[in-house]
């Protein structure tokens, strides 16, 4: 079972930026593949971006060319660089084990709260 944390959220202006991050516990980090998730107010919780342990990552398209998802596979932790936020880029963010590209696997954390304002 790997535990997560995710910090880093916060109230930006459109055009702004935001780093994310996620510590997780557990020894069996190393091998899996990683990703960020996000659920905005009234919908349901939705892929956004993955990075396998090699450093092959995977994004949802409205993402692909403003997110950059990172891992420091000895701090145990995965990064998710967010640039030329969009109001419609506001959820409470998640990170979680991924499986076949972009299905979370175990537990979820608290998640870290990202609001961006016009």
């Known amino acids: 079972q790997v535990h997560l944390v995710e910090s880093g959220g916060g109230l930006v202006q459109a055009g702004g930026s935001l780093r994310l991050s996620c510590a997780a516990s557990?020894?069996?980090?190393?091998?899996?593949?990683m990703g960020w998730y996000r659920q905005a107010p009234g919908k349901q919780r939705e892929f956004v971006a993955a990075i396998a342990r090699g450093g092959g990552t995977n994004y949802k398209d409205s993402v692909k060319d403003r997110f950059t998802i990172s891992r420091d596979n000895a701090k145990n932790t995965v990064y998710l660089q967010m640039n030329s936020l969009k109001p419609e880029d506001t959820a409470v963010y998640y990170c979680?084990?991924?499986?076949?590209?972009?299905?979370?696997?175990?537990?979820w954390g608290q998640g870290t709260q990202v609001t961006v304002s016009t």
């Open positions: 557990g020894s069996i980090f190393s091998i899996r593949t």
């Open positions: 979680n084990s991924v499986v076949r590209g972009e299905f979370p696997l175990g537990s």
